[in-house]
């Protein structure tokens, strides 16, 4: 069973860089699929931040392709989410994803249990 | 239009049949996925495609599409089933995803 787990700081200071990595367990991300990131603000509903394919490339929320980037690590089977010049409605519970499928078929299988990361000086 | 629109809540009495819609016109070109999401919980994938449901679904949820529209309907509602549910769908341009505002479903 694939598992993913968040981690990285739970408080990031306005104006700074949020960071966050992805541990993949029991699949290894240089073999397939899209792993990518989705938040949720508090109380709030689900918003799709981009993906990285397991080549290396990215895929990006339009409304925030200019402070996002989302790489791969495949020596530590891990992925990565960097936002720049964060502000308070950054503020979000954040859920690394596996996607899978084609334009038919596309779906996100897998989930981290997500984590919170508050934007506050 | 680059959105997906649901309506923000929905009820229904406890085994009867409700269907939750979500709206765009990238879902003219592309199949939704949809997403259960319960208090304090990640959100699960319930069925995606043309009616395909990951294990352990049960075979209450299916989907159907008509023009711009995707269909979520749960046949026999049951109290387990309350909960947000969530749209999901390619954008127009094929190169980036995009959610619903997602629909509260109470069952009475």
């Known amino acids: 069973q694939v598992q993913l787990q968040e981690s990285g700081p739970g408080l990031v200071k306005p104006s700074e860089t949020l960071s966050l990595t992805c541990g993949v367990s029991?699949?290894?991300?240089?073999?397939?699929?899209?792993w990518g990131w989705i938040r949720q603000p508090p109380g709030k509903g689900l918003e799709w931040i981009g993906s990285v394919y397991h080549t290396g490339s990215t895929y990006y929320n339009p409304s925030l392709k200019s402070r996002v980037t989302i790489s791969v690590d495949t020596s530590k089977n891990q992925f990565s989410l960097k936002v720049s010049s964060v502000t308070a409605a950054d503020t979000a519970i954040y859920y690394c994803t596996r996607e899978a499928g084609g334009t038919t078929d596309h779906r996100i299988d897998y989930w981290g249990q997500g984590t919170l990361v508050t934007v506050s000086s | 239009s680059s959105e997906l629109t649901q309506d923000p809540a929905v009820s229904v009495a406890l085994g009867q049949t409700v269907r939750i819609t979500c709206q765009g016109d990238?879902?003219?070109?592309?199949?939704a996925s949809w997403y259960q999401q319960k208090p304090g919980q990640a959100p699960v994938l319930v069925i995606y495609g043309t009616n395909n449901r990951p294990s352990g679904i049960s075979d209450r949820f299916s989907v159907s599409s008509s023009g711009n529209t995707a269909s979520l309907t749960i046949t026999g509602a049951q109290a387990e089933d309350e909960a947000d549910y969530y749209c999901?769908?390619?954008?127009?341009?094929?190169?980036?995803?995009?959610f619903g505002g997602g629909t509260k479903l109470t069952v009475l």
């Open positions: 029991a699949y290894s991300v240089s073999t397939d699929y899209h």
């Open positions: 990238s879902l003219r070109s592309y199949h």
């Open positions: 999901n769908c390619r954008g127009s341009s094929g190169d980036h995803m995009m």
